[in-house]
T-cell receptor
Framework: GDSVTQMEGPVTLSEEAFLTINCTYT??????LFWYVQYPGEGLQLLLK?????DKGSNKGFEATYRKETTSFHLEKGSVQVSDSAVYFC???????????FGTGTRLTVIP | NAGVTQTPKFRILKIGQSMTLQCAQD?????MYWYRQDPGMGLKLIYY???????DKGEVPNGYNVSRSTTEDFPLRLELAAPSQTSVYFC?????????????FGSGTRLTVV
């Protein structure tokens, strides 16, 4: 079945460090891929998405590229800030499907 | 524009009690969803609805019921609460298929069953 595997956390980085959170997926066909962010005490917010192979989603300095050959959608940011501390979820949706499948989430803590 | 509103934010239930988690959206979205979030387990789909009067089971529907009498509201009913239902519950909505639009989430309801 369809699934998403995320890098185990938690991840702790110093401010201005480079961030990578790995995400790989299993799905037939060409799913859409998403990254969501959950700040403390809040619901999930859409961070970025990509709907076809080689697409790059970007938002707020975060980027992720849809790699079909490696079935991956790794999240990256060149210089993290304390305000980026949150839990990050990778998710996929099959074409024509009505719901999203989520990974287990990766908690990021950025220290000054 | 309030988006997706969930009430209550917190609730403690005793084993065997029942309750309804409320979810309302003001974006005229057809698609609505209920997920539960357990620590380290990601989000699991409980029920979803593709429009008023239409609901369907997700991955973990046992112990829950839903109804969708209007486009705006999608309440989740827990009958005979059990400790295994201790979780954070999120309601979400989207105006089209999830693959194209992603979801808008509510802020969650933290439920503890003791």
């Amino acid at each position: 079945g369809d699934s998403v595997t995320q890098m185990e956390g938690p991840v702790t980085l110093s401010e201005e460090a480079f961030l990578t959170i790995n995400c790989t997926y299993t799905a037939t066909g060409y799913p859409s891929l998403f990254w969501y962010v959950q700040y403390p005490g809040e619901g999930l917010q859409l961070l970025l998405k990509a709907t076809k192979a080689d697409d790059k989603g970007s938002n707020k300095g975060f980027e992720a590229t849809y790699r079909k050959e490696t079935t991956s959608f790794h999240l990256e940011k060149g210089s993290v800030q304390v305000s980026d501390s949150a839990v990050y979820f990778c998710a996929l949706s099959k074409t024509g499907a009505n719901n999203l499948f989520f990974g287990t989430g990766t908690r990021l803590t950025v220290i000054p | 524009n309030a988006g997706v509103t969930q009430t209550p934010k917190f609730r403690i239930l005793k084993i065997g009690q029942s309750m309804t988690l409320q979810c309302a959206q003001d974006m005229n979205h057809n698609y609505m969803y209920w997920y539960r979030q357990d620590p380290g387990m990601g989000l699991k789909l409980i029920y979803y609805s593709v429009g008023a009067g239409i609901t369907d089971k997700g991955e973990v529907p046992n112990g829950y019921n839903v109804s969708r009498s209007t486009t705006e509201d999608f309440p989740l009913r827990l009958e005979l609460a059990a400790p295994s239902q201790t979780s954070v519950y999120f309601c979400a909505s989207t105006g089209g298929q999830a693959g194209n639009y992603g979801y808008t989430f509510g802020s969650g309801t933290r439920l503890t069953v003791v």
